[in-house]
């Protein structure tokens, strides 16, 4: 793998494992500065700038390439053995002096929301109570369980049986371009449709309408044969490693990378950082105003 | 469906129970042998297995193999964190349809509230004083809290966890019981050391009868017993022998689900309690060996109340 340098000839490294989302509420500078990794098991196409690996394997850098490392939700997508191995790798590839940045869901932080939102609908059983308490649980354990991508979370968005202005407040930019998508795909099945027998079907058929489906559909056939049926597989989240797979928060994410060997952990916010001209890159920073794209607990440490 | 020859028990005042659990054979030992008998008794098993009296074996997910107003109560231990929130609608539901007016469900579950608490306790302590001893009960409490929903192998990273030695024993017995002591005990035998042999010793002590066996479990047994062949990989992955919890619950999610389905007059209960006619002669909830419970949980009871007005 290439590794790009910044303006002022620093070697950082950005790890994420977020989709095409994440592109939009970025400034791209860091696609031209950053060497970028996503993270992913099922192999995808590459967009210019950036690296899709299986990070539970080893990185392919060698020793004290970086000068920081910020990796943005992936622990918790990774088992506590693999986030281990994975910090290991990380203090591998930096300088000494070199910054680690860290980014997960805040475990600490979405239990107490769920003690809070508990204690709340037990006093006062309102329906907007008992919502942002039922979305607290879905947070808590959702995406650890979920069998379908999406999960649960993803179902109880298309009922509306949530509270807008609360989970607005939990995932801000986050949440908004998934809400539009949603959105946009009930539009389409709001289209009117007819529904005919199977009689009334054959009798609308035109020679070009016949001649389309034949061709329609044998093409489906071909495409399917000849890429092995890989097209219509559905992965697991567990497989394509969406499901959450264990939790930090501020002390065990300290005891994770104290154990491997880091020093001078700090606990920062969205938009401070000791890694320099980090007001440049703002990956925690939302591009639309001054908050985080998606709360989370930030920390960092010095490989010594 | 033939499954709903199973045959209903009744207690010598004529009342028919129902227990459900899944929790194995430890548990069987921690209670006494009353409720064998005067129970009717279902066990959890994702994969069909023969009636065995005096206790049945169903998969819970696919309904109750009994029929409508059949129980005056129904218990059920630590199942509904087994199934995902709509199975667990739907197994609330199969509970109220075959329990009879005016019955009785008891439901005891892990306190997800109870292990929050207990999380944000244990951080806020190490926080103020790491020390080893602090840093061992928060990683149990982490363990508890993440583990029953993440792991991969059967007993997850909890059992590596125990047989490492990695806990503080008053902690561990304090939140689970009597069932850490089950849990534990096996593992602290298993480390014996066997006197390491090399190939030829090993070829040259081979016992006919050993050999018999070997090959009648390891090469024909495969091939002949399927069921036993499914049952092993099964118990090998905790999703697929729900081993795994598939969701949690509370006080409140508890009672909006019982609500939900149709059930009235839910109340708290403890371990000792409950308004299961003569609940002390069967006390499924506490220990045979002094006065706590086997596992603390959150243990709920509501009542299925049909107005009179519809038989008027």
């Not at chain 1, 998934?178 to 009798?203: A, G, V």
């Not at chain 1, 916010?269 to 709360?295: E, V």
């Not at chain 2, 029953?148 to 019981?177: H, P």
Request: with cysteine; aromatic share 12%.
């Amino acid at each position: 793998m290439e590794i790009t340098k910044t303006f002022d000839g620093r070697c950082n490294l950005h790890v994420w494992r977020e989709g095409e989302e994440y592109f939009r509420q970025k400034s791209s500078v860091f696609l031209k500065e950053w060497t970028n990794v996503m993270f992913c098991v099922i192999p995808t196409p590459t967009i210019q700038g950036v690296y899709s690996r299986d990070i539970a394997k080893p990185l392919e850098f060698p020793d004290a390439t970086f000068d920081a490392v910020n990796t943005y939700h992936v622990f918790e997508h990774l088992t506590p053995q693999e986030g281990r191995n994975f910090t290991a790798e990380i203090f591998r590839v930096l300088k000494p002096g070199g910054i680690f940045r860290i980014s997960v869901p805040d475990l600490e932080h979405i239990c107490r929301q769920y003690l809070n939102y508990l204690e709340r609908s037990l006093q006062d059983p309102s329906i907007q109570n008992i919502q942002i308490y039922q979305w607290t649980v879905m947070e808590m354990v959702d995406q650890a369980v979920r069998e379908k991508s999406g999960g649960l979370m993803l179902e109880t968005i298309a009922s509306g049986q949530y509270d807008k202005e609360y989970i607005n407040q939990r995932y801000s930019d986050v949440f908004k371009p998934f809400l539009e998508s949603l959105h946009r795909s009930d539009e389409k099945e709001e289209q009117p449709l007819i529904q005919r027998n199977f009689i009334q079907r054959i009798c609308s058929l035109t020679p070009g309408k016949l001649s389309r489906g034949v061709l329609h559909r044998g093409k489906k056939l071909c495409r399917r044969i000849s890429s092995g049926k890989k097209e219509d597989k559905v992965f697991s989240p567990r497989e394509t490693k969406e499901a959450v797979r264990w939790m930090y928060d501020r002390l065990s994410l300290r005891l994770l990378v104290e154990k491997a060997g880091f020093v001078k952990y700090a606990q920062m916010t969205y938009k401070d950082s000791s890694i320099p001209n980090w007001g440049r890159y703002n990956f925690d920073k939302s591009n639309h105003g001054d908050y985080a794209i998606d709360p989370s607990v930030y920390v960092e440490c010095v490989k010594p | 469906m033939n499954q709903r020859s199973f045959k209903v028990v009744h207690t010598p005042e004529g009342r028919a129970n129902l227990h459900i659990w899944r929790t194995g054979q430890s548990y069987a030992r921690q209670k006494s042998a009353v409720y064998l008998k005067e129970w009717t008794n279902l066990y959890f098993s994702v994969l069909p297995q023969p009636p065995a009296e005096p206790v049945y074996y169903c998969d819970v997910r696919k309904g109750l193999p009994f029929l409508d107003g059949t129980f005056d109560a129904v218990f059920a231990l630590h199942i509904i964190e087994h199934l995902t929130p709509d199975e667990g609608k739907s197994f609330a539901t199969e509970i109220y349809r075959i329990l009879k007016p005016g019955g009785q469900v008891r439901i005891s579950t892990p306190d997800m509230e109870n292990i929050c608490r207990e999380y944000i306790l244990q951080l806020e302590t190490c926080l103020a004083d790491p020390s080893p001893r602090n840093i061992m009960k928060y990683d149990w409490i982490m363990l508890e809290l993440l583990d029953q929903w993440v792991r991969d192998k059967a007993g997850g990273l909890m059992s590596e966890t125990v047989k490492n030695g990695y806990f503080d024993y008053a902690y561990a017995k304090y939140r689970y019981g009597d069932v850490f002591d089950e849990f534990y005990q096996p593992s602290s035998e298993s480390p014996a050391p066997t006197p390491q042999k090399s190939l030829g010793q090993r070829i040259l002590s081979v016992h006919p009868r050993k050999l018999y066996r070997f090959i009648r479990n390891k090469i024909i047994a495969p091939f002949r017993n399927n069921r036993e062949r499914k049952l092993q990989s099964l118990l090998g992955d905790p999703r697929r022998s729900l081993e795994i919890n598939k969701w949690f619950y509370d006080r409140l999610s508890l009672k909006l689900l019982l609500e939900a389905t149709g059930f009235k007059n839910y109340s708290i209960k403890s371990y000792k309690d409950s308004d299961i006619p003569h609940w002390e002669r069967y006390n499924l909830d506490r220990s045979n060996h002094g006065d706590h419970a086997i596992e603390p949980s959150l243990y709920v009871e509501a009542k299925k109340i049909i107005s009179s007005a519809l038989f008027t």
